[in-house]
């Protein structure tokens, strides 16, 4: 089928963001909703902002769900029908690709020629809808994976099921057919090129932000008011979904040891778990619990359902500590939004928590999987606190989302000043039989992005 054109300005004026599995309207911390669901939320929400509209494409998950909501000014959430709405796995979805991107070439199909500028998917269950889209609107693919099935597999907890070699097949693909892929650390962009292939000169790390607007320093004392926490009370703190993948069982042993160093502290500590069971995690739905009552600890231990990111930064001020333990993050937003506001993070030594901690400025890394070490690391936190929040707080300022933004918005506009580039030349090489044509990334002459941290 003929790609319908229409001449184009560089800078984009609608983007389709394809976000199938999950909808930034969905609450994170359960399910398949987190990182990915803020991050689609902030992006769109700034982008909208700067007169660039969105619309976001999402497969509906209930026959109760409006086809269309204005999310806010400029972006509106496309509820998909593509399969049946309840009861079906993220890996089902493969099956349901079909169905989404005829809704999505259909929607487009409604307007004149050229609607759209910018294809902007996330995960690689979007990445295949994206690259269809693409060669239909002739319009660059801009892919973010937010995880890699072949990292996720290289450090499976205890009790997961690896991605399924589909999956990496399918991600091998969109790495090949995106005009960009967005990396959230260098060490993401290096794993890409690494491990998939991908050209360095498409690839660019763009670090996703935090709203330094609502996750700010408060008064720790009245935070704890709030939510009923004693003022001398230690707290540490884990928010995310529970599954093995983010490992809170690693916190509840670190909790353990404490005690079991310092029995004294049984007066005072407190563990919150603010999250709810997903994925393989749903299979145990209460192993945490039991897990804690085990331990010896269930009296200290409070289990919160996910909550609105008001009541969230709330949450990370009345605590001591953050402890994000997962055995993989992308980046891990969690780590950055407690920083935010004030509250230092012990964490996992891995992935994108690399780069959102700030070793000994901001929180302390983990090395390993020994809970002795992650108590050890807690302990010094709390003996450096003051000094940690002060570093915490230094640290999440250098990220935002208009700086996450200003990033996309340079890689929507080199990726169309190339594929239109490229439009001229295969038009002046048309007389020309026999030419081999190569896009033009492929022969350096394009200004390449490469794997440069968005400053």
Same mark, same amino acid.
């Given at each position: 089928?003929?790609?319908?054109?229409?001449?184009?300005?560089?800078?984009?004026?609608?983007?389709?963001?394809?976000?199938?599995?999950?909808?930034?309207?969905?609450?994170?911390?359960?399910?398949?909703?987190?990182?990915?669901?803020?991050?689609?939320?902030?992006?769109?929400?700034?982008?909208?902002?700067?007169?660039?509209?969105?619309?976001?494409?999402?497969?509906?998950?209930?026959?109760?769900?409006?086809?269309?909501?204005?999310?806010?000014?400029?972006?509106?959430?496309?509820?998909?029908?593509?399969?049946?709405?309840?009861?079906?796995?993220?890996?089902?979805?493969?099956?349901?690709?079909?169905?989404?991107?005829?809704?999505?070439?259909?929607?487009?199909?409604?307007?004149?020629?050229?609607?759209?500028?910018?294809?902007?998917?996330?995960?690689?269950?979007?990445?295949?809808?994206?690259?269809?889209?693409?060669?239909?609107?002739?319009?660059?693919?801009?892919?973010?994976?937010?995880?890699?099935?072949?990292?996720?597999?290289?450090?499976?907890?205890?009790?997961?099921?690896?991605?399924?070699?589909?999956?990496?097949?399918?991600?091998?693909?969109?790495?090949?057919?995106?005009?960009?892929?967005?990396?959230?650390?260098?060490?993401?962009?290096?794993?890409?090129?690494?491990?998939?292939?991908?050209?360095?000169?498409?690839?660019?790390?763009?670090?996703?932000?935090?709203?330094?607007?609502?996750?700010?320093?408060?008064?720790?004392?009245?935070?704890?008011?709030?939510?009923?926490?004693?003022?001398?009370?230690?707290?540490?703190?884990?928010?995310?979904? +529970?599954?093995?993948?983010? $490992?809170?069982?690693? #916190? *509840?042993? !670190?909790? =353990? &040891?404490?005690? %079991?160093?310092?029995?004294?502290?049984?007066?005072?500590?407190?563990?919150?778990?603010?999250?709810?069971?997903?994925?393989?995690?749903?299979?145990?739905?209460?192993?945490?619990?039991?897990?804690?009552?085990?331990?010896?600890?269930?009296?200290?231990?409070?289990?919160?359902?996910?909550?609105?990111?008001?009541?969230?930064?709330?949450?990370?001020?009345?605590?001591?500590?953050?402890?994000?333990?997962?055995?993989?993050?992308?980046?891990?937003?969690?780590?950055?939004?407690?920083?935010?506001?004030?509250?230092?993070?012990?964490?996992?030594?891995?992935?994108?928590?690399?780069?959102?901690?700030?070793?000994?400025?901001?929180?302390?890394?983990?090395?390993?999987?020994?809970?002795?070490?992650?108590?050890?690391? +807690?302990?010094?936190?709390? $003996?450096?606190?003051? #000094? *940690?929040? !002060?570093? =915490? &707080?230094?640290? %999440?300022?250098?990220?935002?989302?208009?700086?996450?933004?200003?990033?996309?918005?340079?890689?929507?506009?080199?990726?169309?000043?190339?594929?239109?580039?490229?439009?001229?030349?295969?038009?002046?090489?048309?007389?020309?039989?026999?030419?081999?044509?190569?896009?033009?990334?492929?022969?350096?002459?394009?200004?390449?992005?490469?794997?440069?941290?968005?400053?």
């Amino acid at each position: 089928m003929a790609a319908r054109r229409r001449p184009r300005s560089a800078v984009p004026r609608r983007v389709a963001t394809l976000s199938v599995h999950t909808s930034p309207l969905d609450q994170p911390g359960a399910g398949d909703a987190g990182g990915m669901n803020v991050y689609v939320l902030e992006v769109s929400r700034r982008l909208a902002e700067r007169g660039i509209a969105v619309d976001v494409f999402t497969r509906a998950v209930s026959s109760d769900l409006p086809p269309v909501v204005e999310m806010s000014p400029g972006v509106t959430v496309r509820h998909v029908s593509a399969g049946p709405f309840e009861g079906l796995g993220k890996e089902e979805l493969p099956a349901q690709l079909c169905a989404f991107t005829a809704a999505v070439l259909r929607e487009e199909a409604q307007h004149e020629p050229g609607h759209y500028d910018v294809v902007h998917s996330h995960y690689w269950l979007s990445g295949q809808v994206g690259w269809l889209a693409r060669d239909r609107w002739s319009v660059p693919l801009i892919h973010t994976a937010h995880t890699l099935a072949k990292v996720k597999n290289a450090a499976l907890a205890i009790g997961d099921r690896p991605e399924p070699r589909a999956r990496v097949i399918g991600e091998e693909q969109v790495v090949a057919e995106a005009d960009r892929l967005v990396a959230n650390t260098d060490d993401e962009a290096r794993q890409l090129v690494d491990h998939y292939g991908a050209d360095p000169r498409r690839t660019l790390v763009v670090p996703p932000g935090v709203d330094l607007d609502r996750f700010t320093p408060g008064d720790r004392t009245a935070a704890r008011r709030r939510l009923g926490v004693a003022e001398d009370a230690v707290v540490l703190l884990f928010v995310g979904r +529970i599954q093995p993948l983010k $490992a809170p069982d690693l #916190l *509840l042993e !670190a909790a =353990a &040891r404490m005690l %079991a160093d310092d029995p004294a502290l049984r007066d005072r500590l407190q563990v919150h778990v603010v999250g709810a069971p997903s994925g393989t995690g749903l299979e145990a739905p209460r192993r945490l619990e039991q897990l804690a009552a085990g331990l010896g600890i269930a009296d200290l231990v409070r289990f919160l359902p996910p909550v609105h990111a008001e009541l969230l930064a709330e949450h990370y001020r009345a605590a001591d500590v953050a402890v994000v333990p997962s055995h993989n993050e992308s980046f891990g937003l969690v780590a950055l939004e407690a920083q935010a506001c004030g509250t230092p993070v012990v964490a996992a030594a891995v992935g994108g928590l690399r780069t959102a901690v700030r070793n000994g400025v901001s929180g302390v890394l983990v090395e390993g999987r020994d809970p002795t070490d992650y108590a050890a690391a +807690i302990r010094a936190v709390l $003996a450096r606190r003051e #000094l *940690l929040s !002060a570093g =915490a &707080r230094r640290h %999440a300022g250098a990220f935002s989302w208009e700086r996450t933004v200003d990033s996309l918005v340079a890689a929507y506009t080199a990726a169309a000043e190339e594929m239109a580039m490229t439009s001229q030349e295969v038009a002046s090489q048309r007389a020309a039989p026999g030419t081999l044509l190569r896009p033009a990334w492929a022969r350096g002459g394009v200004r390449a992005l490469g794997a440069q941290v968005a400053q």
